[in-house]
């Protein structure tokens, strides 16, 4: 698969501890088409905006913290709605 996948990127946080076990590296997608009434990134409706980053570049930025992640942690995908950008997903979890 030489085709290089991108994704709209809301934001990124190194170093996260709320969004799953362990250490984290949680990468904010951009974009979502539900209104959840408990939603914690509103931020992220939005299908403008956001920076796009190819699934390399953000398995790249993320391995520079495989030190932290212990057997515990690791990389979270977050919305936006992760599924609306499912390919990119799919690619960013096969390089991990």
Known sequence: MNESITGKINSIQTLGT??????????FLQGCNLRCGCCHNPE????SGG???SAEQIFKKALR???????????????GEVLLQADFARRVFELC
Request: charged fraction near 20%; hydrophobic fraction near 30%.
């Open 51 to 53: 920076t796009e980053y």
């Open 65 to 79: 913290y495989k030190e932290y992640f212990g057997s515990d942690g690791g990389i979270t995908l977050s919305g």
């Open 18 to 27: 709320l969004d799953g076990p362990g250490v984290r590296f949680v990468v």
């Open 44 to 47: 992220t409706h939005s299908f």
